[in-house]
């Protein structure tokens, strides 16, 4: 592997041309036309303008970006998170134009992103499951038997993608048809595939999720859990490890899960085997896996020391795993998304230019974006603008300084949501971990809102 095309944009795409640097790989960015100024194409060895700003004409676009990679002499595309990263037939043409894909083989993406079939996939390694369908389902008309046995409340999900988006819960017979008929047609426009997947909605539940590396080959290695409770309509807001909640026996049985249904469907690079965890029960149940990094992949680096996406591009090139799980002793990460938006008016987006950005600095403290004081934040990308990643010796000492540092991070010029992570680690709930994934939106904001007025 000598050149690499990386296909994304933003944070991601600054963060795999320096991990080209430090592997002596060179690199090529691509742009659309108004993110020519964006720092991950200075940066590169290498830069192409894409297309206009519309993604579906530049970072979406597959034509385009094999061209590049191979009139550029690329022999490998890394796809990051987003945009192409788990799309299967992307992945499957560049392996028939010869590109190694950074990530796993095409036939793994199209399994483990169809909910139906991983969920399969997961019952045949022995991993614990949610009552739901056996398969995808298409039509609202004659499931009353199977939405009976599921039970309400149901939770109606897109098959083909995540992200909250093809996603309702219907808590009655009554309401059920017409969230059907939403959640299908949210998931076709999303994910060109309209099927969704039907399983028991278990509700004051908490999102676990492991890291997981995997050769192809049938090894696999975790790097520990993360638990990403905290979140808006299905949208992480910040991620922390280790979990909270988790006991000694509670950690190793659902790392184990995750390595048995990785190295079962010898899953190659790096991925997360995705969980909910009800502490009442203290039962963990799979839901699905993403097959490709991840945004809050920097909690587990603070853990480990590993660099996960240098770790990505090793095992593309055919080495083995080198990174492994955090040590007992490595005390405690926490994430920040650090988004454009005024959270106060409905998390509405916030584009514009940044007049003030000073990030802070210190023993425990990392900052990941691509923008600074006269960057323009595009209208047309996803908000993220930086992650905000804390580590302390233990839960209070990472919280401590989370609060410091949110304290000392000032921007001028657009709204974030720094304010609202400001009241979060100081929210007497989240002190405690006593929440769940609806916490936010059901109790936390509205308290907020209510003290704020």
Not at 169 to 181: D, K, T, V
Not at 316 to 330: F, L, M, N, Q
Not at 357 to 384: C, H, K, L, N
Request: proline share 5%.
């Amino acid at each position: 592997m000598k050149k690499v095309l990386i296909a994304n944009r933003g944070e991601i795409a600054l963060r795999a041309v320096r991990a080209c640097n430090a592997l002596d790989i060179r690199s090529v960015a691509v742009h659309s036309e108004p993110d020519a100024a964006s720092p991950h194409v200075w940066a590169a060895s290498q830069a192409v303008c894409i297309g206009p700003a519309s993604s579906t004409q530049s970072y979406l676009n597959a034509d385009a970006l094999l061209h590049v990679a191979c009139a550029t002499g690329c022999d490998a595309v890394y796809p990051g998170y987003g945009f192409l990263a788990e799309n299967a037939d992307f992945a499957e043409r560049c392996a028939t134009e010869g590109l190694i894909f950074v990530g796993p083989e095409a036939d793994t993406i199209r399994l483990m992103g169809d909910k139906a079939a991983a969920r399969s996939a997961a019952l045949r390694h022995g991993v614990p499951v949610v009552r739901g369908s056996d398969g995808a389902v298409r039509e609202a008309d004659n499931i009353e038997e199977l939405v009976e046995q599921i039970g309400f409340p149901v939770l109606i999900k897109a098959s083909a993608g995540g992200g909250g988006r093809g996603m309702r819960i219907a808590r009655s017979a009554e309401e059920f048809g017409a969230l059907f008929a939403q959640a299908s047609r949210e998931a076709q426009q999303a994910f060109g595939d309209p099927a969704v997947y039907l399983e028991r909605f278990v509700s004051n539940v908490r999102h676990i999720e492991v890291q997981v590396f995997g050769d192809g080959k049938g090894n696999a290695v975790h790097v520990g859990e993360r638990d990403c409770t905290v979140q808006r309509r299905h949208q992480k807001l910040l991620e922390e490890a280790p979990s909270p909640v988790l006991n000694s026996e509670e950690r190793a049985r659902i790392h184990d899960s995750a390595l048995r249904l990785t190295a079962g469907v010898n899953y190659r690079g790096a991925g997360t085997v995705e969980f909910i965890f009800d502490a009442a029960t203290r039962e963990f149940f799979f839901i699905e896996m993403n097959t490709r990094i991840q945004v809050e992949h920097p909690v587990s680096e603070m853990l480990t020391g590993a660099d996960l996406v240098a770790e990505q591009f090793r095992i593309a090139r055919g080495e083995g795993i080198s990174v492994g799980p955090p040590a007992a002793d490595c005390g405690h990460a926490i994430e920040f998304r650090i988004n454009a938006e005024a959270f106060r008016h409905d998390f509405r987006p916030s584009p514009g230019r940044i007049t003030r950005w000073e990030p802070p600095r210190g023993p425990g403290i990392r900052v990941d974006g691509f923008v600074a004081a006269g960057s323009t934040v595009q209208p047309y990308y996803d908000s993220m603008l930086a992650k905000l990643i804390v580590h302390g010796t233990d839960r209070g000492h990472a919280l401590e300084r989370a609060r410091a540092a949110l304290a000392a991070f000032m921007v001028e010029g657009i709204d974030t949501t720094i304010d609202l992570h400001r009241a979060l680690v100081r929210d007497p709930e989240f002190a405690v971990s006593g929440i769940h994934t609806k916490w936010v939106e059901e109790s936390f904001l509205p308290q907020l809102f209510e003290r704020e007025t």
